[in-house]
């Protein structure tokens, strides 16, 4: 038996029983934004967590990411840099909305 110690961010119960080491990934709270839709309906949009996989021998992996889904697709690898850029642009693309708003009640 092996243990593997979690890092501060990991909230992963790990109550599953790993075959191999490159199976063992730590994964971090999901945050996620309430977004409405057509039809007065509540969608999910920029879906994000911590995760690493620490022994798959992938550099891309094994160092914490954040798995990154915007549109309720497949989760993205992004550096925190790269998650970094994309918040500034979610951030900008907000005040735009404000201002679209803004321009119709004057
Ligand atoms: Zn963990």
Redesign the pocket.
Known sequence: MVVVP??IW?T?P?NEEYRSLPDVS?HGVEITLAVPVHGGAIDEALTARIESWPFTGDPRTMNPFIAYNPVGDEFAQLTPEAMTAAADQVIAHGYALRTMAASITG
């Open positions: 979690c890092p990991c992963h790990h730590h």
